[in-house]
């Protein structure tokens, strides 16, 4: 397993926390948080660095939605680059090919006076991809003892990806459970 140190882990909380009240104040601001694929979809042995990376996904989404009203936009990049991390793990003609400033224009588009608000941005090698974190459609269970049984049964369904959504907020998977709750109890009382 990979060490992070406690001060790596909480920089971005730490820097956030410092700029927050100037950029509301001005009712501007921009916000980069550096995830990794690592967390995003694992990586072998590297469990700590994958949960402090996917941390910072967590962590942008708050502020993402509190800064909106004030102009603030806040995003994360998780670039694939030619590092001191990379080098013994890759061979010489891909370092090549991912060197850090074929990553630098989603970092500025990231900046940008449009930039996007709450965007995993994947960049390597010139490449760039949006990553997302989705919620399928699912299914709603009658609940009781069977639940878990049912829960088998609907596998299928409930990981199937045909009209995943991304939802703008955690209420909204709240809210969508609970609007599918209400349809099955209106349907079966008959209503």
Not at 64 to 93: F, K, W
Not at 142 to 151: E, F, N, R, T
Not at 167 to 182: D, I, M, T, V, W
């Amino acid at each position: 397993m990979l060490g992070i140190s406690p001060d790596a882990t909480m920089g971005s909380v730490h820097r956030t926390k410092a700029v927050w009240a100037y950029m509301r104040d001005h009712n501007y601001g921009r916000i980069v948080m550096t995830a990794s694929s690592s967390g995003l979809y694992g990586n072998f042995g590297q469990y700590n660095y994958g949960a402090a990376k996917m941390a910072l996904v967590g962590l942008m989404n708050t502020p993402a939605l509190e800064g909106a009203r004030n102009n603030i936009r806040v995003n994360c990049i998780a670039p694939v680059a030619a590092t001191q991390m990379l080098a013994a793990l890759r061979p010489q003609s891909e370092l090549d090919l991912l060197m850090p400033h074929r990553v630098s224009p989603g970092a500025l588009v990231l900046v940008a006076d449009g930039a996007p608000t709450k965007t995993i941005l994947c960049a390597g090698a010139g490449s760039f991809e949006s990553a997302n974190v989705t919620l399928t459609q699912g299914a709603h269970l009658d609940g009781g003892p069977a639940a878990a049984d049912q829960l088998v049964r609907q596998w299928g369904k409930i990981v199937d990806r045909t009209e995943e959504i991304v939802p703008e907020s955690g209420e909204r998977q709240a809210r969508n459970e609970l609007a599918k709750a209400a349809y099955a109890r209106a349907a079966s009382s008959g209503k």
